[in-house]
């Protein structure tokens, strides 16, 4: 990647909760100060994510590292496993037939398997990559004999693992952004104390926090639903089976975030113009995809996406000189003519303006511009 690139994402949401906060109950999240909106930009990674899961099929080089209930210390072991690099040495310890057909019925966890050689004879083998943690965890509600869970732990005991090396672990690190997308594009902390450690990676493409243009403001919904989850809890309504719930969302807001791509930790991770063009897609996609009770189709849409392609690596200008050149006029500053707050992105869309002009007027969607100074504005939607 030759170039440095800087870009201004506009999105709305009606009628929706773009990001709720756990720890507020779910509510919408707000700056308390001064109570515009926020989304994260770990929400809007996640979406990305989420798009490449369905588009690519997590497949190499575009899977995903940060997938849904995904075990993330697998990841590590399969990457060492690629590179022929051996993190430990199995252990093995003989057995007898009924100790054989006794661990056969009790559903082994992964790492620990059994086997039986040419000279019928058995053996319990536990893998060098092996999670011991999580077989200990395993032991505690297994049903095993005191006796089978000590063959066990005396087998992990005997058990030699090996960390690797300060170059393995760089060759590791390199494994995994040449098979993950988010590690290359969002880079990823893979040091992890129950796997192998494949280092650290800086990505580079970063966002900011999404803020809300207007404070916003969060509407609370009582709903119902028609069942209960106990027969306790129908036996309480007399066969009624209610129960009460809450819904919030927001009537509407326009969200500006800002991104920022650096062609040189690009370089280290591999991030090239092939994952640029799909981290662009998802973002003007991702939304179309990722429809829910809280969010429903349509309630979130992509409003624009303005990028600045610098003629260099180093880059032409600073970011912060350029996302100033496009403003937004808030209702705040300037109250409506009607004396409404905005409930659509018409309302908005006069306001937005790039050098003191209005913005569809300086550019249109799918229109490149050069503004001089070896820097070009993209505008994708």
């Known amino acids: 990647m030759n170039n440095r690139y800087d870009f201004i994402y506009l999105f709305d949401t009606k009628d929706a909760n773009p990001n709720g906060d756990p720890d507020a109950g779910n ?29 690519r099929n997590l497949e190499s080089p575009f899977s995903i590292y940060v997938a849904e209930a995904s075990v993330l210390g697998d990841a590590h072991i399969k990457a060492f ?49 092996a999670d011991k943690k999580a077989i200990k965890e395993w032991l505690k509600g297994s049903e095993l004999s005191k006796s089978h869970k000590k063959l066990i732990t005396d087998l992990m005991k005997s058990a030699k ?34 796997a192998p450690n494949c280092g650290q990676v800086r990505g580079p493409v970063q966002l900011s926090f999404s803020r809300s243009i207007d404070p916003i403001v969060s509407c609370e919904h009582s709903i119902t639903r028609m069942a209960v989850a106990t027969q306790k809890e129908a036996d309480k309504q007399s066969g009624d089976n209610r129960t009460m719930g809450r819904k919030f969302t927001i009537p509407y807001a326009l969200y500006r975030t800002h ?18 063009e799909l981290f662009f897609t998802a973002l003007e996609q991702a939304f179309q995809f990722d429809a829910s009770a809280a969010r429903p189709a349509g309630s979130m849409s992509p409003r624009a996406l303005l990028v600045f392609k610098h003629d260099s690596k180093l880059g032409n200008a600073p970011s ?22 905005p409930r659509e992105f018409g309302d908005y869309a006069p306001r937005i303006t790039i050098d003191g002009g209005p913005l569809d007027e300086f550019i249109k969607p799918g229109e490149s511009k050069d503004l001089g100074g070896g820097i070009t504005l993209l505008r994708r939607i």
Not at 27 to 55: Q, Y
Not at 180 to 191: C, E, H, L, N, P
Not at 259 to 268: C, R, T
Request: with cysteine; aromatic share 6%.
């Open 27 to 55: 509510l919408p999240r707000v700056d308390a100060e001064t109570g515009h909106g926020l989304i994260t930009d770990v929400c809007l990674k996640r979406k990305v994510r989420n798009f490449v899961t369905i588009t």
């Open 81 to 129: 496993a690629k590179l022929g690099i051996s993190l430990g040495e199995d252990a093995k310890q003989a057995i007898e037939e009924d100790v054989h057909e006794t661990l056969s019925d009790a559903s082994l966890p992964d790492g620990l398997r059994l086997d039986e050689d040419d000279d019928d004879k058995h053996w319990l083998i536990l893998e060098g990559t």
């Open 161 to 194: 693992g090996r960390k690797p090396t300060r170059e393995e672990t760089l060759n590791g690190r390199e494994q995994m952004c040449r098979d993950f997308y988010d590690v290359r594009t969002f880079g990823a902390v893979m040091s992890l104390k129950s």
């Open 259 to 276: 991104g920022f791509i650096n062609p040189y930790l690009a370089d280290q991770t591999g991030f090239d113009d092939t994952d640029l």
């Open 320 to 341: 912060h000189t350029l996302f100033e050149r496009v403003k937004l006029t808030s209702f705040e500053k300037e109250p409506a003519a009607d004396g409404k707050p």
